[in-house]
């Protein structure tokens, strides 16, 4: 009974990890520092705002630091593209609202004159496919300490992954493997944690890719005639079929703007 509910445990955490954390592991291969906030300028002129964000609790003192940073630029926008995820607690200003996205809900609150849209169209499908991704990913074991070990190891990259995070950034590929790399994990274990969710990999890649294109296109749909601000899981933004260069393709010019690391 006990290696079956550290065995739960363990599946829960991966698909977590594996849908709110891996994109941005992911994401930064082949990159070395990509900000995770730009000021976009329209071929109208129109300026807008775009920013990658963690999903995930960030701790109070950086939201606190991040409301006053944030405060000006939500000031100016009137029209807000969030990824789609929890859509109706972004509407409603819900307190459950997690990562970045609660404090632009926070600095929302009372706006009248702002309009809210989703991204995605059929966030259902996509809550399904994501599910699918994760059931998929998931590698079994009964060895009890393997798991734990690993649990531990995930844990630790992942908070690396947001301190980085934290300094305006992506950490590159290489930074993270070698942070990955000096942590204890005996190879048996290492093996086990590596192979999880490498067979849909290509697969869930080709996902976020897809999104991303009905993102733009949705966008191009879009007059955006206002000032606007978009917001979505930082993984999104690198990458050929990223939506840096695809909105770079699309005409529109980004400008990194650096909030919270040193300027």
């Not at 006990?2 to 977590?16: P, T, Y």
């Not at 891996?22 to 995770?36: G, M, P, Q, R, T």
């Not at 274990?189 to 999880?196: D, G, I, L, N, T």
Request: charged content about 30%; aromatic content about 12%; overall charge positive.
């Amino acid at each position: 009974m006990k290696k079956r509910i550290i065995r739960s445990v363990w599946l829960l955490v991966l698909g977590f990890i594996f849908l709110q954390g891996s994109d941005l592991v992911a994401a930064a291969e082949n990159y070395k520092e990509i900000s995770v906030f730009y000021k976009i300028t329209t071929k109208k002129g129109v300026k807008g705002y775009l920013l990658g964000s963690v999903h995930e609790g960030l701790g109070k003192t950086f939201c606190k630091k991040s409301k006053k940073l944030l405060k000006k630029y939500v000031d100016e926008s009137c029209d807000f593209f969030f990824e789609s995820a929890a859509a109706g607690a972004y509407c409603e200003f819900d307190k459950s609202v997690y990562g970045i996205e609660s404090i632009i809900a926070y600095l929302l609150q009372g706006r009248q004159d702002c309009k809210l849209y989703s991204l995605d169209t059929n966030w259902k499908l996509v809550e399904k496919k994501g599910r699918a991704f994760t059931e998929r990913s998931q590698t079994y074991s009964d060895d009890i300490k393997q798991i734990e070990d690993c649990l531990k190891v995930q844990k630790k990259v992942l908070d690396f992954v947001i301190k980085n995070y934290k300094k305006g950034i992506l950490a590159d590929d290489e930074k993270i493997q070698n942070f990955s790399s000096s942590l204890k994990l005996s190879e048996k274990s290492r093996s086990f944690m590596e192979h999880r969710g490498s067979e849909v990999k290509d697969e869930f890649a080709l996902f976020i890719e897809e999104r991303n294109e009905a993102w733009i296109k949705k966008l191009n749909e879009h007059k955006l005639d206002n000032p606007f601000f978009i917001i979505f899981g930082a993984g999104h933004l690198p990458g050929k079929k990223g939506m840096i260069s695809l909105l770079k393709q699309e005409g529109f010019v980004l400008e990194p703007i650096i909030l919270w690391g040193k300027k």
